[in-house]
């Protein structure tokens, strides 16, 4: 337990959060677990995500059975990890409540880098979409439900 703690503790170090500021944000299940294979359960993570408005705006996102990225710009006053806290917080109770289960559903920490352009935002918003053809998960983007971006 103390490599997670001290892992998180690792994440955190010079992580500055600036009003309006667009980020990648990586994070992960409680050991890879592949919680959001069922489309339900992705779902519930979506709508979290979707209830964010008034905290962030989202670009992109898409949910992976075991992770997510997400593609979004705070707002004045929000701070990166207050952000992904909620909405780590908020998708685990009511996941868990679905699924009839306790404990953690998300990895302690969570990776993020600042966009840089608007052309960053686009090139990474493609990237994430992309995710579940790399994956393997589908032979078209066409295909996946659990994603969403502003430009496509």
Not at 96 to 101: D, E, K, Y
Request: proline fraction near 3%; hydrophobic fraction near 40%.
């Amino acid at each position: 337990m103390s490599n997670l703690n001290a892992h998180g503790r690792a994440l955190r170090r010079g992580r500055i959060s600036l009003p309006e500021q667009v980020y990648l944000v990586t994070t992960c299940t409680r050991h890879r677990e592949p919680v959001f294979q069922h489309f339900f359960i992705g779902r519930l993570l979506v709508d979290t995500l979707r209830r964010q408005q008034h905290r962030a705006d989202t670009w992109a996102f898409v949910v992976m059975p075991d992770h997510l990225h997400w593609l979004v710009q705070l707002r004045m006053g929000m701070s990166l990890s207050k952000l992904v806290h909620n909405v780590k917080g908020s998708s685990a109770r009511q996941i868990n409540q679905v699924l009839r289960r306790e404990g953690p559903l998300w990895q302690d920490g969570f990776y993020d880098r600042a966009m840089r352009s608007e052309a960053d935002c686009l090139h990474a918003a493609r990237y994430l979409v992309a995710n579940p053809l790399r994956a393997g998960l589908v032979s078209s983007v066409a295909e996946y439900s659990l994603w969403d971006a502003k430009w496509l």
